[in-house]
């Protein structure tokens, strides 16, 4: 186990934190297959209600560990986020993300694939593939557009910046905003309130919301994939990526 996914049950729900602050949360590999296997762990457990991702004040993650890209693309072109995503998707019971500081690159894109967001006041989000020469992974080319209209998708994904917590409320990303010290109890607060509800019936109800764009995102998400892979062996992305280490060692 890497150590730097924790988790725990508080009453009926099952907590995952990111807590890999010294890499201001960036996840590797082994920490998207822990976070996988810790979601897939709630989900079975009859006792939970819900399942919280959260990560630490400040710093919910900033996203892939680059040094994972360092040798260009998988031999099998899939990706351990790519996987994390995939049980993220088909939970079936409430996920909940309680987010603050940081929220960069795979941070927003999992957002995309959870039931109910908060977000800190001074939480920063991005999408930043362009930056890299990368191109949108995770779903994001269908369901940003979907969720906020075109335009505004090609704003956000083209241009590459960082946006801040109304912008994100504003356009449905999140839920709602609150102080950084409170996130965890709104979250508690909300899976104490699936608690008491018949849990087969949030079950049945989920899918039956996510049924109608689970066959688009998942078309969506293969040529997300394809291109990714095709971008991940261009010269541009492999020196954008020996730049950035480069950048680290000066």
């Known amino acids: 186990m890497s ?19 010294e890499k201001k949360n960036a996840l590797t590999s082994e920490m998207y297959k822990e976070i996988a296997e810790g979601i897939k762990s709630g989900d079975a457990d009859d006792s939970i209600s819900a399942i919280i991702l959260h990560g630490l004040e400040g710093c919910f993650t900033s996203g892939n560990d680059l040094s994972g890209f360092r040798n260009g693309p998988s031999p099998d072109r899939i990706y351990p986020h790519n996987i994390y995503i995939d049980a993220l998707r088909h939970a079936r019971k409430p996920v909940i993300a309680a987010v603050d500081g940081y929220c960069l690159g795979i941070g927003t894109i999992m957002l995309f694939h959870c039931d109910f967001v908060y977000a800190g006041p001074k939480t920063r989000f991005s999408l930043p593939f362009l930056n890299l020469g990368l191109s949108p992974e995770g779903g994001t080319s269908y369901i940003l557009p979907h969720l906020i209209g075109y335009q505004k998708a090609a704003e956000i994904i083209l241009l590459g910046e960082p946006f801040g917590a109304e912008l994100a409320e504003r356009i449905g990303l999140v839920n709602g905003i609150v102080s950084a010290s409170d996130l965890m109890e709104r979250a508690l607060e909300v899976a104490e309130k699936l608690a008491h509800k018949d849990s087969d019936a949030i079950i049945a109800t989920k899918a039956l919301l996510k049924h109608g764009m689970d066959d688009a995102v998942s078309t969506a998400m293969a040529r997300e994939l394809d291109l990714f892979n095709d ?9 954008t990526i020996a730049g950035f280490f480069k950048k680290k060692s000066i």
């Open 231 to 239: 971008r991940m062996e261009t010269p541009e992305v492999r020196e």
């Open 3 to 21: 150590g730097y996914i924790i988790t725990t049950k508080i009453d009926s729900a099952f907590c995952i934190q990111i807590h890999r602050p």
